[in-house]
């Protein structure tokens, strides 16, 4: 067998050779003679892209892996993001709800209302 190329992902370089209906006719073909060297080369040719598409698809597996397992941490995150701000809100509204908790609020408002015209009056 001959030495392996790397086409290093070159699309163009996969594809070369390569017509509608398969690999190109040489002049020096019959229609009943195959040379078997160049059997071999067609062959070995073959046999590189082939590697490489395996190779591509397994680099698109792993990308696609790690996005999958990426998207799903982000998700993860997302739900206990809405579960915090689910509880909080839930509190929010329990404090409001009730009477005493109207009364604490307008005695802060009226505690912020007086130090507000104080530092007004004394400055």
Do not use: P, W
Request: hydrophobic share 35%; no cysteine.
């Amino acid at each position: 067998m001959n030495a392996r190329r790397d086409y290093g992902g070159n699309r163009a370089a996969l594809f070369d050779g390569i017509e509608e209906g398969g690999i190109r006719a040489s002049s020096s073909y019959s229609s009943h003679e195959i040379d078997e060297q160049e059997n071999d080369t067609a062959m070995d040719g073959l046999q590189d892209r082939v590697n490489l598409l395996k190779r591509l698809s397994g680099d698109i597996h792993e990308e696609v892996e790690s996005h999958n397992h990426m998207l799903d941490r982000m998700g993860n995150d997302m739900d206990a993001s809405r579960g915090i701000l689910s509880g909080t809100m839930d509190k929010f509204k329990m404090v409001f709800k009730t009477k005493s908790s109207r009364g604490m609020f307008t005695l802060v408002a009226s505690f912020v209302g007086i130090f507000l015209i104080i530092y007004y009056f004394t400055r």
